[in-house]
Each structure stands twice: as structure tokens, then as C-alpha cells.
């Protein structure tokens, strides 16, 4: 994990009011020079300062698009200012206001682990395995994907990348999400038995196994959609049979299975924002964004977390005003603090498999019913 530098003093005396006042100063001083982008997981205290906001597919898209900005300032996680770093001209400066705003999944595959796996599963078949990774991966394992013929894909389209993959090769080997690799093949009509879960650490299946195979899915997960269960959906049918339920596909392949929807957080906002007026809704994605949500539909739709609340996504909690509001002041005073850059070679192959990626935008639910 990076380190991030404390804060000086004055940022944690400053009330949440005059740190607004002053970062929408920046702003205004700045106008088109800064853009600031926000996942849809942020709290709505900093995702208030956002010119833009979207999921990890419209925010790559967005910042492609970044031609006149000298400084793009991603509230998300690392991964993410990474994307935007490769997908921006070098003229623009990515920054991300804490360096510990990392992601659990995304350090569940290294570039290690993953060229030890393509160096064992290479050997052990000729079919053509292209490796597909989600964008929530390290910029190294996406410049793996690219030097390998393979691409990334978000939640919004991990299906058509996935159709692309078997077009060019085999095999797929789908990093580091396996619930999105499992519950999108799934989706596509692909059986659960043609599909094997590799754990860089521990492996109990054949090489027979990994021949007969059409998708080989890394043993990452999500800290965060992990903790919806099976359970919270048979809860919701048993207690409020006309409540529908809306998951991410990040959560495992039994939940997506007893939900009516599954898709990334723009489509469940979608969904959710097109629904009639008086229909019920359980979400099974990150709080800030079910709560928002809520605010957002009092009084008109009756929404709900699906399960306990314990669905903080903690790392990019840590994008808060007082670190906003260092980075601003910072660039205001002429010094560019935390700037997130990618070497060139590895920003040349990650490029190739985020470009990949961003030919097949099409965004779609990964299963609805
Ligand atoms: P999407 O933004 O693709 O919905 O993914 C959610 C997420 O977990 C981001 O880290
Ligand atoms: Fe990573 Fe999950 Fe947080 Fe997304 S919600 S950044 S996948 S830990």
C-alpha cells in the first residue's frame, strides 16, 4: 500500500462548511484547468464537488475525453486514477487525494502470481487462453492482458468483453473477480462445471481439468459485495415477497441467483430511477450509493440496502474533504501532491487492453430476469 503523508494540523480544525467554501473556490479559481471525477461510491459530502460521476465504465470514458484539463483529481481508488493516468494525455496530471485509497481485489492478483499462472496454464494446454481482467486490477496485470491479446472490461460490460475474448482464443482466464468472471459466463449460458477457480495459492484441481475448462476465474473477490448472502435474498422473499431485488455482480453467484436484477452501479441507478412510483427496492451494493438512493426517491419509491450494513467500501472512504481540500490548496500553491503515474511501458500495454475495452462499450446488465 502507498503511504500518504499526514495532514497538516489545520485540516482537521476546519469545519465541514468552511472546507466546501474553500474547495468550491478552488474550483471556481481553476475552471476548466481541474476536473474532479467521482465514483458513485463516494460519500455525498465530496461526490457534491464532482463534475463528473459515473461507474468504473462511464469514469474510464470520461477520462479519455480529458483533452483540455492540466489536472484530473479522482475520487475513487488507485486503480482508477491509474486508468485515467493511461488514458490521458501526459500533459494531464492525475491525482488522488489519499494514497491509501486502495482496492482489496485489486491486490489480490500481482503481476507475480499472474505470470507464474500463465507460465503453468501455458504449459498445460495449446489452446489459446486470452486473459481478460477487470479495471479493478493494478495497471500491471492490465498491461499483461494487453501483451497477451487480452483486454479489460468493467461491470457494465463484461459480457461483450467476454464474447470478444472467445472470438480471439479458447479459454478465458478472467482476473481477479471471480464473481464477475463466474456470474457473466453464467449469464452467457456457460454451466458452472466449465468453469475452474484458481487460487495462486492453493490449487486442487488436474491438468485435465484446466484442458476441459472454458474459463479459468482468479480467486479474488470483493471485501465489500462479499458480505451479501443467500441468506439476505431469502430473507426479503420470505418478509417482502413484492420487493425486488437489485444486486452487483461482484456479489457471489448464489445471490445473483435469487435476485430479479444484476449490473453495475450505473444500471442499478438506472433501474432504479426509471421504476415506478411506489415500487420496493433491495440493493445489494455499497452504502453510500444505496443511501443516496434512498435520498434521492424519499417519499416516491421505497428503497432498502439488501442484508446488514456493513457494506462500507472503506478505501475509498478515505476521500474525504480535508484531503480534497490539502490537494486543491496544494495545486493552488503551485505543487502537485500525489500524482498517480503509470512507467511507459507499462502505460503502452495497459493502454492496449483498456482500448480494447473501451471498442466494446456497450453497457448491460450481466442478468435480469
Ligand atoms: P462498477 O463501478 O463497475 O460498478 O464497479 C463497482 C466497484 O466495485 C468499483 O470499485
Ligand atoms: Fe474494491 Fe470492492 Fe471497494 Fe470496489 S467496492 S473499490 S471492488 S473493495
Request: include cysteine.
Amino acid at each position: 500500500m502507498l503511504t500518504q503523508v499526514p495532514l497538516p494540523e489545520k485540516y482537521h480544525t476546519l469545519s465541514l462548511e468552511q472546507m466546501a467554501e474553500r474547495i468550491g473556490a478552488h474550483k471556481r479559481a481553476f475552471g476548466d484547468r481541474l476536473v474532479i471525477l467521482g465514483h458513485h461510491y463516494q460519500r455525498d459530502d465530496v461526490i457534491r464537488f464532482a463534475d463528473f460521476t459515473g461507474d468504473s465504465l462511464k469514469l474510464s470514458q470520461l477520462a479519455a475525453r480529458q483533452k483540455n484539463a492540466e489536472f484530473v483529481v479522482f475520487c475513487g481508488v488507485h486503480f482508477m486514477a491509474e486508468s485515467a493516468d493511461i488514458l490521458t494525455d501526459d500533459s494531464v496530471q492525475v491525482i488522488l487525494p489519499d494514497l491509501t485509497a486502495g482496492c482489496s481485489m485489486a491486490d489480490m492478483a500481482t503481476l507475480e502470481q499472474v505470470e507464474e499462472a500463465w507460465a503453468y496454464l501455458t504449459d498445460v494446454t495449446d489452446e489459446k487462453i486470452i486473459p481478460i481482467t477487470y479495471v479493478n486490477s493494478a495497471a500491471s496485470i492490465k498491461a499483461f492482458c494487453g501483451r497477451h491479446d487480452g483486454a479489460c472490461c468493467t461491470s457494465s460490460n463484461a459480457r461483450r468483453i467476454l464474447e470478444y475474448a472467445l472470438d480471439q482464443g479458447d479459454k478465458v482466464l478472467f482476473l481477479p473477480d471471480q464473481h464477475l468472471g463466474r456470474n457473466t459466463a453464467y449469464a452467457m449460458g456457460w454451466p458452472l462445471e466449465s468453469m475452474i477457480l484458481y487460487g495462486p495459492d492453493d490449487n486442487d484441481f488436474s491438468d485435465e481439468q484446466i484442458r476441459q475448462a472454458k474459463f479459468i476465474l482468479w480467486k479474488g473477490f470483493c471485501s465489500v459485495h462479499q458480505y451479501f448472502t443467500p441468506e439476505d435474498c431469502a430473507q426479503v422473499r420470505r418478509t417482502d415477497p413484492d420487493r425486488k431485488i437489485i444486486v452487483h455482480p461482484e456479489c457471489c453467484w448464489e445471490v445473483v441467483q435469487k435476485a430479479d436484477l444484476a449490473g453495475s452501479t450505473e444500471y442499478i441507478i438506472k433501474v432504479i430511477t426509471e421504476a415506478p412510483d411506489g415500487s420496493r427496492w433491495a440493493v445489494g451494493t455499497e452504502i453510500n450509493l444505496v443511501h443516496r438512493l434512498i435520498e434521492q426517491n424519499l417519499g416516491r419509491k421505497d428503497i432498502r440496502l439488501l442484508g446488514k450494513p456493513q457494506c462500507l467500501c472503506t478505501t475509498m472512504f478515505r476521500i474525504d474533504l480535508p484531503h480534497l481540500l490539502w490537494c486543491l490548496d496544494e495545486l493552488a500553491a503551485g505543487r502537485v501532491v500525489n500524482r498517480i503515474t503509470v512507467d511507459p511501458a507499462t502505460r503502452r500495454d495497459a493502454l492496449l487492453a483498456l482500448e480494447r475495452m473501451l471498442e466494446h462499450v456497450h453497457a448491460e446488465p450481466v442478468s435480469s430476469k
